[in-house]
């Protein structure tokens, strides 16, 4: 029953966000992970029953293929630099709206995406919803990092006080590699109080790529709540 709840928690979060946002003529978007494929699917039927004319961006390899399984236009930035709305997902979001992302290893991308929109939506069910970053998300920050680098990257992360571990792939021997061909730390710092000072130190370490923090970036967040209602932050 509770995944049942969890479920419908994320189709109504994923469907609200797109009624809410999504208009004829816009350029989108498109996140990733389980929250969003709901949100996919409300958007196909939009564009069914609304006859409406959208460009989707994706920032994976699972979000290519929800837009072409979907039937929607595939675009990318360099022929739509400027995105109105990206609908994305998230670990965790905080009381200020900055984000964990990067359970599903696709930060680095998303972030572009995120960082060339007008507006981010983020959707989720309200096991993401938190006070302050690290409070339910308790796997760290993923870290999107170059493999040549991350013994290092790694000695680094535990000098700022975290505990690193090199995220290891469940299905292969080996590391999780990226769809960019690198390798993903997490690093745990506990509750973060100060995300945007901790994402410039994480930044500047040489070979970090990208982290998943997400200061200052989102707009909105819709959390779908186990009765059945959705909240907006």
């Not at 236009?73 to 709206?97: H, K, M, Q, Y």
């Not at 680095?108 to 096991?127: C, G, P, T, W, Y």
């Not at 690193?164 to 745990?188: C, E, H, S, Y």
């Amino acid at each position: 029953m509770m995944n049942d709840s969890i479920e419908s928690a994320k189709k109504r979060a994923g469907y609200t966000a797109v009624d809410d946002s999504v208009r004829d003529g816009m350029v989108l978007g498109i996140g990733s992970g389980s929250t969003v494929i709901y949100a996919v699917e409300r958007l196909v039927e939009r564009v069914r029953d609304d006859n409406l004319s959208i460009v989707c961006i994706p920032t994976s390899f699972q979000s290519v293929r929800l837009i072409v399984d979907g039937g929607l236009t595939l675009g990318d930035l360099s022929r739509f630099p400027r995105i109105d709305v990206d609908i994305d997902g998230a670990d965790e979001v905080d009381s200020n709206l900055n984000l964990i992302k990067g359970g599903g290893g696709c930060h680095l991308q998303e972030k572009i995406v995120a960082d060339n929109s007008e507006v981010m939506v983020i959707v989720a069910d309200f096991r993401k919803d938190s006070q302050v970053l690290g409070q339910k998300w308790e796997k760290g920050i993923p870290l999107e990092v170059i493999p040549g680098a991350y013994v290092p990257i790694l000695k680094r992360v535990e000098k700022l006080g975290g505990k690193p571990q090199l995220r290891m792939a469940q299905a292969k021997a080996g590391p999780v590699v990226t769809d960019n061909g690198n390798f993903i730390i997490d690093a745990d710092f506990g509750e973060i109080t100060q995300p945007e000072k901790l994402n410039q130190e994480l930044t500047m370490i040489p070979g970090v790529v990208e982290t998943g923090l997400f200061v200052n970036m989102a707009t909105r967040a819709y959390f779908g709540q186990e009765d059945g209602s959705v909240t907006v932050r």
